[in-house]
């Protein structure tokens, strides 16, 4: 594909397709690499054409020529809370194992880590910790079986990475 295109769709107020008060908001990203991942933070404020974000009903993907090529969607996150999605070039510098954990996880960055947060899908917060130091173990034993975000914040830079817990 040349052109890879995400729509948001708001039903309005009334919740109902063609109701008279949808409104929605197209993105276009065009010069994308075949083969490869890319990665996008697309912030809900960037879709200005929505009139709300309140009653959002429809995420459309698509893409140019259509039928040309296939596109896999990984790691779709809607959120309110206040976690940051790392560039690129910062993912190397912070990382976790084992993954899946059983009993603990190892946080580990080329920084002092000044904080880490486990938090569950909700985006409840689980288990909070100031580590102070580049490598951290982590009791996840009293955790759920599951799916966890942990995000850490060393020199001043929050990553954020997922984890199952077995």
């Not at 459309?60 to 040309?68: K, M, N, Q, R, T």
């Not at 690129?88 to 603990?104: M, W």
């Not at 947060?117 to 009791?139: A, F, H, M, V």
């Not at 850490?152 to 830079?157: D, E, K, L, Q, V």
Request: net charge neutral; charged share 20%.
């Amino acid at each position: 594909m040349a052109t890879f295109r995400m729509k948001l769709v708001d039903f309005g107020n009334d919740g109902n397709y063609a109701g008279g008060d949808d409104s929605e908001h197209e993105m276009v990203f065009t010069g994308i690499g075949n083969n490869t991942w890319i990665s996008y933070n697309l912030p809900l404020a960037d879709f200005t054409s929505l009139a709300s974000r309140s009653h959002l009903a429809q995420l459309i993907i698509s893409g140019l020529p259509v039928g040309a090529g296939v596109a896999y969607v990984d790691n779709v996150y809607f959120s309110t809370n206040a976690f940051s999605i790392p560039e690129p070039e910062l993912r190397s510098h912070f990382r976790i194992f084992p993954n899946p954990a059983i009993n603990t996880l190892e946080a580990e960055s080329n920084s002092k880590i000044e904080s880490i947060r486990i938090c569950d899908l909700t985006g409840q917060e689980l288990i909070n910790l100031q580590p102070s130091k580049n490598k951290t173990r982590i009791d996840v034993s009293r955790l759920k079986s599951g799916i966890y975000f942990l995000s850490a914040t060393a020199n001043g830079i929050t990553s954020v990475k997922r984890f199952v817990k077995k």
